[in-house]
């Protein structure tokens, strides 16, 4: 028989932590903490494995299934010596998911389970607090309404607001027993009408209600759009763990609290968190009261007059500090936990390898092997490469002026401005217009997930540190402030105030979540450093790959960029975006109007110096690194005036009839220009263009060579070729134009010649195309658009449906389509290399800097990638770890 169910508690468990594909993550570390003699309050973990039976077999659960949760429950009853559903000691529980990996706030929970009109006043009775008791009956039935039922929460948050203010009170805790009472009561009936039944009594019921819930909410919208943005596949399923209540929220000795073993945000080896005294989980990580520091120092810190949990539980905390030490030389990683205090006794509600900023993983990791908890191989496997993104990029400049408009707690690191938006849905679509904003918002929830990602940053009026909006900003990457108390946000006026002073929707605004402020308008940004802990750890990452790094660079500029991120050459240098700027731009059209052959050379000859200086500095700033250097690309119109205005001044630049150039214009008009006259073919038509760029490069290489002593081997590509005739033809031009430069010069350099793969055909005759080639860059974004037979200009209209629908898992303009056009580079790569097994194999899209895509290259067995200055650092990380887990 299939064991569906997993218990835990006493000191003992089913299951453990290496069984987080089955348990989950939250029921494995559960288990894990339970054989440990943690104190875990005893539950029961239903699989993951159930999940995805229940939506293969038309939502219905195995025939076992409940025989199983019965006998877990009868445990459970057995631990702690009450009985679920008994009207006189009632057992309550909460039921929570628990994926593979942690997606916080984004799946459904329920708590204070088994409570009714009767087992409500036996739970009143045994604790001897009438208050506790009312206060969790109304907590469950507006999260089981909310969760289970489909009502709305907002209905029982007004119902709260009406009696607080019929009573002249502003806080919850202001309501005593007789209160909760009657707004359970209130809650109830609410329910009844919004629904047109009685809220459910039978406390099995509610259970199999809650369940049904919480494996239902694995395909809510805030959760599909979550694995999504974190590549999370929608096959794993979620557990469902079911666990004995404990209260924080019994008076003033209870309490709850989330913590981590080290600050997320910086990675500094110190306790931080927050907790809140008489009080539930739910209320720390919603965001709804702002909690209190955990550490005497935090709070000092902070300038907090509000005693910190060291000051106000002293042996509770030193019990909790030792859980922590327990877990996290247990763990080798930082913990992210969740407690319970009830009565003065600490219970251990879950423990995950916590989120963390890019900054605080390389701290973390690079400190814990020096400590010996970890080794060098582990710590480079610790960071996520894409996250890496979040210290490439500008910080505020401290020196530049700063109009404070408020501060709040500095909850995710970075700066960004933007423009203010109050709606996730707003921020959006605004987003996608190319603008920059800053999501702000009374608090964040699971709802807001996609604007979050939208926006540049995020800004909140409630909330701690540990809240729903910071640990997402976080994960994201996404600079936050929250708790900032003085703000008061009024999102469907389009305005928030802070003391007096008003900033409207669409004003701009400037957060940084280093030190929570936020400020009235743009302020200078300073470039990021890259020393220090990042340095040691991509040392490590170096020593450990096999694949070569390199950068698409067109620019001097964007060259010593790359080279200061760690770029080990050019893997793609774009010639034409060197044609586009003053004089060239006019030499450039002087050529394509030309109307023999003797026009288009005198045009040539004068850019002919403008790209050998370009190719000098190039080859100087690489210092005998490789360069592949692409010759011209694009289709000649692109070089052509296009609007009405711009005709006269060009025909008057290059010397032209105004309708002269109209028609040649028009001559070359191209009804599908991506598959026209461009690339190779320009070569077939026009050679002497590309013997002027050869000519450059050759010049450039030997002019460098002497004055600097290095050795420079350009590589010279030779653009959208489909067939052998056409590289061998253009192959012969550049050596030729080769032979003439060295005699001329009385010097040789080595060079290559090569060609870019993005023409499927290419990839499939790849034996033939490599007698005359000897290099293959995989040119990823033009083999994707020729492969699939999408535009990448034109997809964004329809692309996005087509993830959602998961027709495609992702983007395969972002992340390299494995089953298609990697099918395809893997036929290149093997077919190239059966004609010349040394053919220098690597790949040139924007895929190079993809973590996925860089490992697919790795196993594929490709020399390099090459990708933009700024993901330099992402894709070594990247190769890295691809060669670790080969290991």
């Given at each position: 028989?299939?064991k569906?169910?997993?218990?835990?508690?006493?000191?003992?468990?089913?299951?453990?932590?290496?069984?987080?594909?089955?348990?989950g993550?939250?029921?494995?570390n559960?288990?894990?903490?339970?054989?440990?003699?943690?104190?875990?309050?005893?539950?029961?973990?239903?699989?993951?494995?159930?999940c995805?039976?229940?939506?293969?077999?038309?939502?219905?659960?195995?025939?076992?299934?409940?025989?199983?949760?019965?006998?877990?429950?009868?445990?459970?009853e057995?631990?702690?010596?009450a009985?679920?559903?008994?009207?006189d000691?009632?057992?309550?529980?909460?039921?929570?998911?628990?994926a593979?990996?942690?997606?916080?706030?984004?799946?459904?929970?329920?708590?204070?389970?088994?409570?009714?009109?009767?087992?409500?006043?036996?739970?009143?009775?045994?604790?001897?607090?009438?208050?506790?008791a009312?206060?969790?009956?109304?907590?469950?039935?507006?999260?089981?309404?909310?969760?289970?039922?489909?009502?709305?929460?907002?209905?029982?948050?007004?119902?709260?607001?009406?009696?607080?203010?019929?009573?002249g009170?502003?806080?919850?805790?202001?309501?005593?027993?007789?209160?909760?009472?009657?707004?359970?009561?209130?809650?109830?009936a609410?329910?009844?009408?919004?629904?047109?039944?009685?809220?459910?009594?039978d406390?099995?019921?509610?259970?199999?209600?809650?369940?049904?819930?919480?494996?239902g909410?694995?395909?809510?919208?805030r959760?599909?759009?979550?694995r999504?943005?974190?590549?999370?596949?929608?096959?794993?399923?979620?557990?469902?763990?079911?666990?004995?209540?404990?209260f924080?929220n019994?008076?003033?000795?209870?309490?709850?609290?989330?913590?981590?073993?080290?600050?997320?945000?910086?990675g500094?080896?110190e306790?931080?968190g927050?907790?809140l005294?008489?009080?539930?989980g739910e209320?720390?990580?919603a965001?709804?009261?702002?909690?209190?520091?955990?550490?005497?120092?935090?709070?000092?810190?902070?300038?907090?007059?509000?005693?910190?949990?060291?000051?106000?539980?002293?042996?509770?905390f030193?019990?909790?500090?030792?859980?922590?030490?327990?877990?996290?030389?247990?763990?080798?990683?930082m913990?992210?936990?969740?407690?319970?205090?009830?009565?003065?006794?600490?219970?251990?509600?879950?423990?995950?390898?916590?989120k963390r900023?890019?900054?605080?993983?390389?701290?973390?990791?690079?400190?814990?092997?020096?400590?010996?908890?970890?080794?060098?191989?582990?710590?480079?496997?610790?960071v996520?490469?894409?996250?890496l993104?979040?210290?490439?990029?500008?910080?505020?400049?401290?020196?530049?002026?700063?109009?404070?408009?408020?501060?709040?707690?500095?909850?995710?690191?970075?700066?960004?401005?933007?423009?203010?938006v109050?709606?996730?849905?707003?921020?959006?679509?605004?987003?996608?217009?190319?603008?920059?904003?800053?999501?702000?918002?009374?608090?964040?929830?699971?709802?807001?997930?996609?604007?979050?990602?939208?926006?540049?940053?995020?800004?909140?009026?409630?909330?701690?540190?540990?809240?729903?909006?910071?640990?997402?900003?976080?994960?994201?990457?996404?600079?936050?402030?929250?708790g900032?108390?003085?703000?008061?946000?009024?999102?469907?006026?389009?305005?928030?105030?802070?003391?007096?002073?008003?900033?409207?929707?669409?004003?701009?605004?400037t957060?940084?979540?280093s030190?929570?402020?936020?400020?009235?308008?743009e302020?200078?940004?300073?470039?990021?450093?890259?020393s220090?802990?990042?340095?040691?750890?991509?040392?490590?990452?170096?020593k450990?790959?096999?694949?070569?790094?390199?950068?698409?660079?067109?620019?001097?500029n964007?060259?010593?960029?790359?080279?200061?991120?760690?770029?080990e050459?050019?893997?793609?240098?774009?010639?034409?975006?060197?044609?586009?700027?003053?004089?060239?731009?006019?030499?450039v059209?002087?050529m394509?109007?030309?109307?023999?052959l003797?026009?288009?050379?005198?045009?040539?000859?004068?850019?002919?110096?403008m790209?050998?200086?370009?190719?000098?500095?190039?080859?100087k700033?690489?210092?005998?690194?490789?360069?592949?250097?692409?010759?011209?690309?694009?289709?000649?119109?692109?070089?052509?005036?296009?609007?009405?205005d711009?005709?006269?001044?060009?025909?008057?630049?290059?010397?032209?009839?105004?309708?002269a150039?109209?028609?040649?214009?028009?001559?070359?008009?191209?009804?599908?220009?991506?598959?026209?006259?461009?690339?190779?073919?320009?070569?077939?038509?026009?050679?002497?263009?590309?013997?002027?760029?050869?000519?450059?490069?050759?010049?450039?290489?030997?002019?460098?060579?002497?004055?600097?002593g290095?050795?420079?081997?350009?590589?010279?590509?030779?653009?959208l070729?489909?067939?052998?005739?056409?590289l061998?033809?253009?192959?012969?031009?550049?050596?030729?134009?080769?032979k003439?430069?060295?005699?001329?010069?009385?010097?040789?350099?080595?060079?290559?010649?090569?060609?870019?793969?993005?023409?499927?055909?290419?990839?499939?005759?790849?034996?033939?195309i490599?007698k005359?080639?000897?290099?293959?860059?995989?040119?990823?974004?033009?083999?994707?658009?020729?492969?699939?037979?999408?535009?990448?200009?034109?997809?964004?209209?329809?692309?996005?449906?087509?993830?959602?629908?998961?027709?495609?898992?992702?983007?395969?303009?972002?992340?390299?389509?494995?089953?298609g056009?990697?099918?395809l580079?893997?036929?290149?790569?093997?077919?190239?290399?059966?004609?010349k097994?040394?053919?220098?194999l690597?790949i040139?899209?924007?895929?190079?800097?993809?973590?996925?895509?860089?490992e697919f290259?790795?196993?594929?067995?490709?020399?390099?990638v090459?990708c933009?200055?700024?993901?330099?650092?992402?894709?070594?990380?990247?190769?890295?770890?691809?060669?670790?887990?080969?290991?």
């Amino acid at each position: 028989m299939t064991k569906w169910v997993y218990s835990f508690g006493d000191g003992a468990a089913d299951g453990s932590a290496s069984m987080k594909n089955l348990l989950g993550g939250k029921g494995a570390n559960l288990a894990e903490m339970a054989s440990l003699g943690l104190p875990v309050p005893p539950g029961l973990t239903i699989t993951t494995e159930v999940c995805t039976y229940y939506y293969a077999n038309g939502r219905e659960y195995p025939a076992e299934l409940n025989d199983q949760v019965e006998a877990a429950i009868a445990a459970i009853e057995k631990s702690v010596g009450a009985v679920f559903g008994d009207a006189d000691n009632p057992l309550l529980v909460s039921v929570r998911s628990g994926a593979r990996v942690s997606m916080p706030g984004m799946m459904d929970t329920v708590l204070n389970l088994g409570l009714n009109d009767e087992t409500v006043e036996g739970l009143a009775a045994n604790s001897e607090n009438p208050r506790f008791a009312w206060d969790s009956y109304r907590r469950f039935i507006q999260m089981y309404s909310d969760v289970v039922l489909g009502v709305d929460h907002y209905h029982f948050e007004e119902l709260i607001e009406i009696h607080k203010e019929e009573k002249g009170v502003d806080l919850d805790t202001d309501l005593d027993a007789d209160d909760w009472k009657t707004l359970a009561h209130a809650f109830k009936a609410k329910t009844e009408e919004e629904l047109g039944e009685p809220f459910p009594q039978d406390a099995r019921e509610q259970l199999w209600g809650a369940i049904t819930a919480v494996f239902g909410s694995w395909h809510i919208e805030r959760a599909k759009v979550y694995r999504k943005l974190n590549n999370i596949p929608e096959e794993w399923g979620t557990a469902v763990n079911v666990q004995a209540m404990v209260f924080g929220n019994m008076g003033d000795t209870s309490a709850t609290g989330v913590a981590f073993t080290r600050d997320p945000s910086t990675g500094e080896n110190e306790y931080y968190g927050e907790y809140l005294i008489n009080a539930q989980g739910e209320d720390v990580v919603a965001g709804i009261r702002t909690p209190q520091y955990l550490t005497k120092r935090a709070r000092i810190a902070a300038e907090n007059t509000a005693p910190s949990m060291e000051e106000s539980m002293p042996e509770v905390f030193k019990q909790l500090a030792d859980v922590f030490d327990k877990l996290e030389k247990h763990y080798r990683d930082m913990q992210d936990i969740e407690f319970t205090v009830q009565h003065g006794k600490l219970w251990m509600l879950q423990t995950r390898s916590g989120k963390r900023t890019a900054k605080a993983a390389l701290k973390i990791a690079v400190e814990m092997a020096a400590d010996g908890l970890i080794d060098e191989k582990t710590a480079v496997l610790r960071v996520e490469p894409a996250a890496l993104d979040q210290l490439l990029h500008p910080t505020l400049d401290p020196d530049a002026p700063r109009d404070i408009y408020t501060r709040g707690l500095p909850a995710s690191p970075g700066a960004a401005s933007g423009f203010v938006v109050f709606d996730s849905d707003e921020a959006e679509i605004m987003a996608k217009d190319g603008k920059s904003v800053i999501l702000c918002r009374v608090e964040t929830s699971p709802e807001d997930i996609h604007g979050m990602h939208a926006a540049k940053g995020i800004l909140t009026a409630r909330g701690g540190m540990t809240s729903h909006a910071a640990v997402v900003a976080r994960g994201m990457g996404r600079p936050c402030v929250s708790g900032a108390g003085q703000l008061r946000i009024d999102g469907k006026e389009g305005v928030m105030t802070c003391m007096g002073r008003e900033v409207k929707e669409g004003d701009i605004i400037t957060i940084d979540g280093s030190t929570g402020e936020v400020m009235v308008g743009e302020v200078k940004t300073l470039q990021p450093e890259l020393s220090g802990d990042f340095a040691k750890l991509m040392g490590w990452a170096d020593k450990y790959r096999t694949l070569k790094v390199r950068t698409n660079a067109d620019t001097p500029n964007d060259t010593a960029t790359a080279r200061e991120f760690g770029a080990e050459g050019i893997g793609l240098c774009r010639t034409e975006h060197m044609f586009f700027e003053g004089e060239r731009i006019i030499a450039v059209r002087q050529m394509i109007l030309a109307e023999d052959l003797a026009g288009r050379k005198a045009a040539l000859a004068k850019l002919l110096p403008m790209q050998r200086s370009d190719f000098e500095e190039i080859f100087k700033i690489m210092h005998g690194l490789p360069v592949t250097i692409r010759l011209l690309d694009p289709p000649l119109h692109e070089f052509m005036p296009r609007e009405e205005d711009e005709f006269a001044d060009v025909a008057s630049a290059i010397g032209i009839d105004v309708a002269a150039l109209k028609r040649r214009a028009s001559d070359l008009h191209e009804f599908n220009p991506m598959l026209g006259h461009r690339g190779c073919r320009l070569g077939i038509t026009y050679p002497e263009i590309y013997e002027m760029q050869a000519r450059a490069i050759f010049e450039a290489a030997i002019a460098v060579v002497e004055e600097t002593g290095d050795t420079v081997v350009p590589e010279i590509m030779i653009p959208l070729v489909a067939t052998e005739k056409e590289l061998a033809m253009l192959r012969e031009r550049v050596d030729a134009t080769a032979k003439a430069v060295f005699k001329e010069k009385g010097k040789k350099v080595d060079y290559l010649v090569g060609t870019m793969i993005e023409l499927p055909r290419a990839a499939l005759r790849a034996a033939d195309i490599a007698k005359a080639a000897d290099f293959f860059s995989f040119g990823t974004n033009d083999l994707t658009q020729t492969t699939i037979g999408i535009s990448r200009d034109d997809a964004g209209r329809f692309l996005d449906e087509y993830v959602k629908k998961d027709i495609f898992a992702q983007d395969p303009f972002v992340s390299i389509d494995q089953e298609g056009v990697g099918e395809l580079v893997k036929i290149g790569a093997e077919r190239g290399r059966s004609t010349k097994a040394d053919l220098k194999l690597g790949i040139c899209g924007e895929h190079g800097g993809d973590p996925a895509s860089v490992e697919f290259c790795h196993n594929v067995g490709l020399d390099y990638v090459s990708c933009s200055p700024f993901r330099v650092p992402i894709a070594r990380l990247a190769a890295a770890q691809a060669a670790l887990k080969g290991e």
